[in-house]
């Protein structure tokens, strides 16, 4: 039966990402984008655009408004990936704003219409951390007084809401995505950024750390998927493969042909000159990738498990080496490497041998 697809955050990085991959399989799609922001991209992929914020809930209503097509509510089903994706120290000024009243307004109406099906989009930064590198899984209970960071606490507040409604009669599953990597970030995602700025030769120092990514293309299908045999009222984990930056960096100098090594800078220098770190990507008008809370980030428990989604969701996400390969190959394509590098790494990219993770 075919079905009327609502993608809020229509132009981020996972929610076009999810609707590339929704055209692909022939569905319509709504896509919520900021006033502000182009539509251009989104209509060369024969979408619905709709202008609106999630904080403003009268401007969501003519998301749900199936006057003259032929769906029936029970045709909808609503994505919700809009939010603010936040590393940095300080808190954003309209954080909690976009994350949880953002969120709420859209399960308010998710309700009020009796939608088909929600599928929220929360973080593996909304389950607390366990002590000794013991494998998170997914919890049924948010509390953001035990999860560590301004973004981690709005995650946690919006599943929490989310989760109270689902006993209200909400037909809502929840998704945790870990870091997300991959192609077709046309605005500057944290991850895609520091792979940009290593290959433009910006970046040239890291730490030691180790965190886990994810295919942003796995995490969509993930979320497709959840839509059909996701189970009500349940959490998945959304993970991909655990891996240290000393690797991740090998992998992408191996990619990029550079020949030196970034160098490694102390933890104890790192923590000290973060806050800098923060002022220069903000006079470059661009999120930070080195903050405090990234570096605490990276030292953190990391190893979460994505058996529940692989089993309801026959979830397996591809290789690290596969996803490096095409974040570079597309970072390419978009020009947003040197111009006078970009031949030597149209010639030197070639797939790596499949990585099973760490």
Known sequence: MPKLFIVTGGNGHLGNSIIRMLKNQNH?????????????????????????????IESLEPLFDLSGTDYLMDDVIVIHTAGIVSISARKHPILESVNVLGTKNIADLC???????????????????LENNQVITEINHFDPNLVIGAYAKSKSRASLYIMNMIQKGLNAIIVHPSGIIGPNDYGHAHMTMMIEDYLNG???????????????????????????????????????????????????????????KIHVLPMWFAKLTAPLAEIFYKLRKLPPIYTSYSLYTIQSNSYFSYEKARIDLNYKPRSLDETLYDTVKWLVKENRVKRNRILKFINQLKPMQKNKGS
């Open 28 to 56: 319509d799609v709504r896509a919520l984008i900021l006033p502000t922001d182009s539509k251009k991209m989104l209509i060369s992929l024969n979408v619905h655009v709709f202008h609106g914020d999630v904080r403003k």
């Open 111 to 129: 309700l009020k219409y009796n939608v088909s099906r929600l599928i929220y989009v929360s973080s593996v930064h909304a389950i607390p951390e």
């Open 202 to 260: 910006f970046l040239t120092s890291r730490i030691n750390g180790a965190y886990d990514f994810v295919d942003v293309r796995d995490v969509a299908s993930g979320i497709i998927q959840s839509s059909v045999s996701g189970k009500i009222g349940e959490c998945y984990i959304l993970s991909g493969h655990r891996i240290g930056l000393e690797l991740l960096f090998e992998q992408l100098r191996a990619l990029s042909g550079r020949k030196k």
